[in-house]
């Protein structure tokens, strides 16, 4: 057994310093590997945003006076909507909506300024394009609130008015809520300014290192039996298992690369913050680098050539991002479909990223998700593993 140890050693080194040359020597896994994942992370962390801003919008003001042109530019002020176009008329306003040319119409109707000044409730309806509702929610959201800011305004004015004291003096202003009012203090932890990249980054992490490893380990055996090289590594003394992990463990160092090139493209680039600790994260990377690569040789025992391996690495990857909670939230899925997530690695990879980097969780807060992917990984790479023994006998 002392002698058979370092033989097994020696002959997966070997196996592992074959396929680390063989892939250099390969510029296409080269870019897969190292290149592509800087640039996919750049470009979608880029690309994917949620955050709703400079909402085109179309402004009709029948009233013309100080009050509503005030009005309109306080609507406006904070950026939510934008205004690029001013109309007469409210058809001409619904046509710029139908056309495409905005997206939003803000509509001040006759006498807007004569019922403030009157102490009157007065309207404004705000047009939005539904087919977008992600986007018409948010900018009927921001004119809401900003309505509600100033009824609130003009309630208090109308209430002090009605509170002076004789002689004019106004009564003493109560500091904080009023009776009889509730005010609201919003707090939002962990992304006070609800940006998108700093929660969409973490979960594209997950995605590129589901793509690096799941279609490299895949194309990589099929490569292998496409050019007869597995025939030839069959005569050698070299046993499946050291075959079988001198292969893979370049993946895994490739993975972690790409972990790290990750990190410093989204802290520095995007500014995802790092609060909790990275062994963590690592120690979860390569629980989630194992379980894709059983998935990887799984897909290569049954490919018979790279191109077979290729496209059945993206029919493996499209449920997987669909059903990991990266792009959509977990309880928007169906319930009936809801228990496949748990066969999920992704959706458990991204959680502890998340956490980890975003919340600060430890080891103890994070030790399912942990125990679920080893348990994943090492099921996936054990039936994956018997299947590639059986090919090779």
């Known amino acids: 057994m002392a002698l058979l140890l370092p033989r097994v050693l020696v ?57 509503s042109r005030a009005h309109v530019e306080h609507v406006l002020a904070d950026g939510t909507l934008r205004r690029v ?3 007469d008329s409210d058809a001409a306003a619904l046509r710029a909506i139908d056309q495409g040319r905005a997206a939003t119409a803000l509509i001040v109707p006759p006498g807007f300024g004569a019922r403030l000044g009157g102490g009157e409730g007065a ?18 959201a921001a004119a809401a609130r900003y309505a509600r800011v100033v009824s609130r305004g003009l309630a208090l004015a109308a209430r002090d008015a009605a509170g002076l004291a004789p002689g004019g003096a106004p009564a003493a202003a109560a500091a904080g809520p009023r009776r009889g009012e509730i005010v609201l203090v919003p707090r939002v932890l962990y992304n006070p300014r609800l940006r998108t990249a700093i929660y969409m980054v973490p979960g594209i992490m997950a995605l590129l290192l589901l793509l690096v490893t799941v279609i490299i380990a895949a194309m990589g055996l099929a490569r292998e039996r496409e050019t007869g ?78 191109q077979q391996a290729f496209i ?16 959509t939230p977990l309880w928007g899925i169906p319930e009936w479909l809801r228990p496949v997530t748990y066969l999920n690695p992704v959706r ?28 994943i990984g090492l099921t996936v790479l054990s039936i994956a593993a018997w299947r590639f023994r059986r090919g090779l006998a």
């Open 11 to 67: 002959q997966t080194l070997a196996v592992a310093k074959k396929e680390t040359l063989q892939t250099v020597s390969d510029r296409r896994m080269v870019g897969l590997l190292l290149i592509a994942p800087a640039l996919q992370l750049g470009v979608l962390g880029a690309a994917v945003d949620f955050d709703v801003d400079r909402v085109p919008t179309v402004v009709v003001d029948h009233d013309h006076s100080v009050e």
């Open 85 to 87: 176009l001013e109309l």
């Open 123 to 140: 309207e404004v309806q705000l047009v939005a394009d539904g087919s977008d509702p992600n986007r018409s929610a948010i900018a009927t």
């Open 229 to 306: 090289t597995l025939e030839q590594i069959q005569v050698t003394p070299i046993g499946a298992t050291s075959l079988l992990v001198g292969k893979l463990a370049p993946y895994i160092v490739a993975g972690l690369f790409d972990l790290l090139l990750a990190l410093v493209v989204g802290v520095y680039v995007f500014g995802v913050p790092i609060r909790g600790s990275l062994a963590v994260v690592v120690l979860g990377t390569t629980a989630y680098l194992v379980s894709n690569l059983g998935v990887g040789l799984m897909i290569s025992t049954l490919a018979r050539s790279q």
């Open 312 to 327: 059945g690495g993206f029919l493996v990857m499209l449920p997987a991002l669909l059903l990991s909670g990266v792009m």
């Open 348 to 375: 458990y990879y991204a959680i502890i990223v998340r956490s980890a980097l975003l919340k600060g969780a430890t080891l103890g807060d994070l030790w399912f998700e942990h125990v679920a992917l080893a348990a």
